[in-house]
């Protein structure tokens, strides 16, 4: 099965760029999410790739994939202290439609 | 926006008792999950259920578990006698296709 990293804490500067970084195992990953959770809130699906692409952007939002080394980032443009949250980064693969597999998740910190 | 509703917040049991966790998902979506996260470890797959049956469960959906989408709106789970390490935050997610989850605030089970 799919098996998801990611690392575990990330702080960063108000007005600077994040990146956050994911590795997957399963090369038949279709789809790769990131989801954000807020404190006492639910998972909300910030943006999906599929394996076709290597890019997709979305406002402050830039998520890489480098299907080669199994790699994908999400990189938030002009960070603000409203991206402080848990970001998870999860995948789909081809066998297994509907089953989502999540990383630890990556908690990020932004400091004024 | 329509989001998925999840009841009760917080739900605190005695072990051996009978547990039903409620979600409804967005109106005009046809897939449904159930997600679980122990403190401290990743988000894990449950079930996936759609046209009113399952269609596919993982190791830990064992017998003690069950879903059932009793009428056009809600999606429950049950789980019919609970142990100390069902302790866990339960995810449910709905989905208009499989290759988009939109998931709930959850509900806390607390066993004692």
């Known amino acids: 099965g799919e098996d998801v990293e990611q690392s575990l804490f990330l702080s960063v500067r108000e007005g600077d760029s994040s990146v956050i970084n994911c590795t997957y195992t399963?090369?038949?990953?279709?789809?790769l999410y990131w989801y954000k959770q807020e404190p006492g809130a639910g998972l909300q699906l910030l943006t999906y790739i599929f394996s076709n692409m290597d890019m997709k952007q979305d406002q402050r939002l830039t998520v890489l994939l480098n299907k080669k080394d199994k790699h994908l980032s999400l990189r938030i443009a002009d960070t603000q202290t409203g991206d402080s949250a848990i970001y998870f980064c999860a995948g789909m693969t081809t066998d297994s439609w509907g089953k989502l597999q999540f990383g630890a998740g990556t908690q990020v910190v932004v400091t004024p | 926006e329509p989001e998925v509703t999840q009841t009760p917040s917080h739900q605190v049991t005695q072990m051996g008792q009978e547990v039903i966790l409620r979600c409804v998902p967005i109106?005009?979506?046809?897939?449904f999950y159930w997600y679980r996260q122990i403190l401290g470890q990743k988000v894990e797959f449950l079930v996936s259920?759609?046209?009113?049956?399952?269609?596919?469960k993982s190791e830990i959906f064992d017998d003690q578990f069950s879903v059932e989408r009793p009428d056009g709106s809600n999606f429950t789970l049950k789980i019919r006698s609970t142990k100390l390490e069902d302790s866990a935050m339960y995810f449910c997610?709905?989905?208009?296709?499989?290759?988009?989850?939109?998931f709930g605030p959850g509900t806390r089970l607390t066993v004692l």
């Open positions: 997610a709905s989905g208009r296709k499989t290759d988009t989850q939109y």
């Open positions: 399963d090369s038949s990953s279709t789809y």
């Open positions: 109106s005009n979506h046809l897939y």
């Open positions: 259920f759609y046209n009113n049956e399952i269609s596919e």
